[in-house]
């Protein structure tokens, strides 16, 4: 793919980032600034499991855990070691790569549906320890995060200040996919997607590549769980068991997890329509509930793909890239 | 030596439940193909409608009947509105259950709130023999699960349309060119699946207070134990579901109370890892055309 065209794909991307990072300008709420900054920390871990999803094409339903990884390692470390903001970034992304690299391995030996439950069990199972934890991990009413955030001396803690630098790390994991997508690594892992016996049959080393897959979605899943946890405080296993999983693979089938801006649209569709639609939680999850079943029966591309190609079914003009669907297509 | 028995015969009582639910999943799973993770919930509103039945005076073994159809009329809903789509993809189909459970679980909470529930006990006999106490409905409970086991592999090894299925499991094509409605056949195991989590529903609320939330970790144990006892083998089901309750009730017993469930996800990752047809064999899914 030529670098214009490609960068055709980044470029509305970032135009939104930048129109997003405007808006504290219009004095927005605190409520609203609250909910943006959960949707960009949710994001920025939907860009890396859409290198995972998208590209790979292995589904995770334990992708909370990785996030929960990260997020326990910025607590703990700032607690063991007063470690602060800043260097708990890299460490959280190392530790949840190193758990995702452990997670990914049986999908060398296991494939298909029974590799998605079992990456459902690794979920739970890690809420579970952390649970049981003792006080090393705060147990069941978790851990508080209490140093403060600061960059050249300026206080993050300022909720406008987070919001900005949440939006930035959201540039920066946009960034960061586009080239992982863009990249030679990128077209190995579509590869894989396609057809795992024909990439083996080229050499591709596709154990290696899975493995290397999860290794780059625990990254982004450790860095959003330091951001969470520096945004939230406070942390505890129920924020990243079934639930939380269950809602980041609805965010990223929303979205669809092919194109660049498809985890940005479904992180702040779902962060916003309940919002927007007045529902209270217990509504607005089973309005999730609703969109993830249509999703995946109706559009199972996922919104922004299907209205791109409802746009070009309407103007009757073929799409740029054929649109598969992104979900499975096992049924062999 | 007490303490053990107790907790044996406790762990035994929650077996059934589990074995309830481990056989519905086994069926559902191993022969049709469809993965469903919201079997849990069904087991919730199995045991929501008997709790609603109970308080409006109905009689708990009515009640328990009840919970059956209702929820099997559910799986029937949903099986011809909603997992129909998915047969060729399994995957899509456990996405659309993840997405069920989440529905389920809010429209109770919407309707009868997030709170703990409970009936009266239907049997309060209580034996004591050798210093060990037999609560009667833990006996009740294994009796009629044993009971409803023994029935459905009778009917599933032994009756023709027992065979039938099977043949559709083992090749659709061929079973459906001798006559075989291989698609009505799928409903209906769906349907039955559904109708025995109903049962356990009832069951389970007879022992202990329920949430809208247990069908969750219940769901966990039953597609670990119908992993681990190999997909479509009843036999398997039971006798894995016998001994993840054992284990659960003599790990609470002494004091791992906290690490119940992880046993069975823990299980289930090992097995699939190392014996993707379970212990006692099984089929890994139907074989798709």
Known sequence: MPVSNSLRSLLPVLILLVLFALVPLLSPSNRFLSLAISAGINVIALYGLSVLFGQTGILSMGHAALVGIGAYTAAIVARDFNVGFWLSIPLAGIMAAIVAALIGVPSLRVSGHHFVIMTFAFGQLLSIILTNGGDYTGAASGLDVQQPVALFGLSMDVLTHYYLMVVSFVALSAIASWAIINSRYGRTLRAIRENEKLAASLGINVGRHKIGAFVVSGIFAGVSGVLLAYFLRHISPSQFASFPSIYLALMVMIGGARLLLGPLAGGILVAFLPELLNLDPVQSRILYGVCLIAVILLLPNGLIAGIVAGWYRFFDRRPVQPNEPAVEREGK | ?289
Request: charged share 10%; aromatic share 10%.
């Open chain 2, 1 to 289: 030596m007490d303490v053990l028995l107790q907790q044996i015969l406790n762990g035994l009582s929650i077996a059934s439940v589990i074995t309830l639910i481990a056989v519905g999943v086994t069926l559902i799973f191993g022969l049709t193909g469809i993965i469903n993770f919201a079997h849990g919930e069904f087991l919730m509103v199995g045991s929501i409608v008997t709790w609603l039945a109970v308080s409006n005076g109905v009689s708990f073994w009515l009640a328990i009947i009840l919970a059956m159809i209702v929820v099997a009329v559910m799986g029937f809903a949903l099986e011809r509105g909603l997992f129909r789509f998915t047969l060729e993809r399994p995957t899509n189909g456990f996405i659309v259950s993840l997405g069920l459970i989440i529905v389920l679980q809010h429209i109770v909470i919407l309707f009868w709130n997030a709170n703990q529930k409970s009936i009266p006990r239907p049997l309060n006999t209580v034996w004591e023999i050798g210093g060990v106490r037999i609560a009667s409905v833990r006996v009740m409970v294994i009796f009629i699960t044993a009971a409803v086991v023994a029935m459905t592999f009778v009917a599933i090894t032994r009756s023709r349309y027992g065979r039938a299925l099977r043949a559709s499991v083992e090749d659709r094509d061929t079973a459906a060119l001798m006559g075989i409605p291989v698609r009505r056949y799928i409903t209906g195991v769906f349907v039955l699946g559904s109708a025995l989590a109903g049962l356990g529903g009832g069951l389970l609320i007879a022992l202990f207070p329920i949430t809208p939330f247990t069908g969750g970790t219940m769901v966990m144990k039953g597609f670990a134990v119908a992993l681990i006892g190999g997909l479509g083998n009843l036999t398997g089901a039971v006798v894995a579901g016998l001994i993840l309750g054992i284990v659960e009730g003599l790990s609470a017993g002494y004091g791992f109370s906290g690490w119940t469930d992880a046993y069975s996800f823990g299980l289930m990752i090992l097995v699939l890892l190392f014996r993707p047809n379970g212990l006692f064999g099984g089929t890994s899914g139907p074989k798709m055309a």
